[in-house]
């Protein structure tokens, strides 16, 4: 077990990396001052920390992101708000689990059963009558494009329809907290917009919902956010405040710089973005001085960072703070 000196110093550690990468405290994220959610997670696997002192509020009628890449400790987080994982340290706050509507990253769904059968099958573990539960399964079919697959096994469905099925049997029920571990992941643009659709429809009804993504597309759509790497929180607020909170400068090159500066360097849309920490910034991003009969280039302009922009920032802050290549 971990004792407190190092979970403090973990938890001292995520503190610094998050305001070196400009993490913003805005609304209920992070503050653990709504009905469900979860405060100062620690879970271990063995000797790896899946979670550090990790903090998440999910508020009602609203849709929070948890976002990060493999190994973030996004379904960690998620199975522990879901009740299927009990954290080594820290307090969740979830309702009753007859109350929870839980989307695993295996779907959940069963092959085997059609789409029509699992619905059924699902409604009578959370005890609803068959007449609601038709009822609610119709519409949500029909408002998904699924009316016509009814009849069909899951088995057979196709990766974006399988998913918007699993989605429809986590919130058939109504529940007030819905968890959702990467419901978008592989999905086409057209049955993505259809998830959206029934993930919306919950959070309208009153619904708490979590969704781990690793698209920023995704959580751009959402009222919080919150950006994980290595277990550790990095960033947390609306997808606005965190783009605001992005510390430094960001600016657009041709090429990938030279130096120091190609450490804090990435590749988009065929371009390269640099960032230049601090309030100077970084050393100029040519990589040699020009000759004296040469115009001396001009610096490049900096240019308006979006999410993306803010959360790579945010992985780079914490990758230069602790020294981890």
Request: aromatic share 4%.
């Amino acid at each position: 077990m971990t004792g407190p000196d190092q979970r403090r110093a973990v938890s001292d550690a995520t503190d610094e990396a998050a305001a070196s990468a400009g993490s913003a405290t805005g609304g209920e994220i992070g503050t653990g001052s709504s009905r469900f959610g979860a405060s100062e997670l620690f879970v271990r696997y063995g000797k790896t920390v899946a979670l550090s002192d990790v903090s998440l509020s999910a508020p009602a009628g609203q849709v929070t992101a948890v976002v990060g890449g493999d190994g973030a400790g996004k379904t960690t987080l998620l199975r522990c708000l879901a009740g299927s994982l009990a954290p080594d340290s820290g307090t969740v706050r979830r309702p009753g689990k007859e109350r929870i509507g839980y989307l695993p990253a295996s779907s959940g769904i069963y092959p085997d059963l059609t789409v029509a059968e699992n619905l059924d099958f699902r409604a009578k573990g959370y005890g609803m009558t068959r007449q609601a539960a038709r009822e609610r399964a119709a519409e949500y079919l029909d408002r998904a494009g699924l009316t016509a697959a009814a009849g069909r096994l899951a088995g057979q469905l196709s990766g974006g329809m399988r998913q918007k099925l699993a989605v429809i049997a986590a919130m058939l029920h109504q529940p007030e907290l819905l968890v959702l571990d990467e419901p978008t992941t592989g999905v086409d643009p057209v049955s993505r917009s259809g998830l959206w659709w029934l993930i919306a429809r919950a959070a309208a009804d009153g619904c708490a919902v979590v969704l781990a993504t690793s698209y920023l597309d995704d959580a751009e759509r959402c009222a919080g956010v919150l950006v994980l790497d290595t277990g550790l929180a990095l960033a947390w607020g609306t997808p606005d405040e965190i783009v605001a909170a992005m510390p430094g400068t960001l600016r657009e090159v041709a090429v990938r710089p030279d130096g120091e500066a190609a450490a804090r360097a990435w590749r988009r849309g065929g371009r390269w973005r640099v960032w230049e920490p601090g309030p100077g910034g970084a050393p100029r991003l040519e990589p040699s001085e020009p000759e004296p009969s040469e115009p001396e280039p001009s610096e490049p302009e900096p240019i308006e960072p979006d999410l993306q922009d803010a959360v790579t920032v945010a992985a780079l802050g914490q990758l230069l703070s602790t020294g981890r290549s």
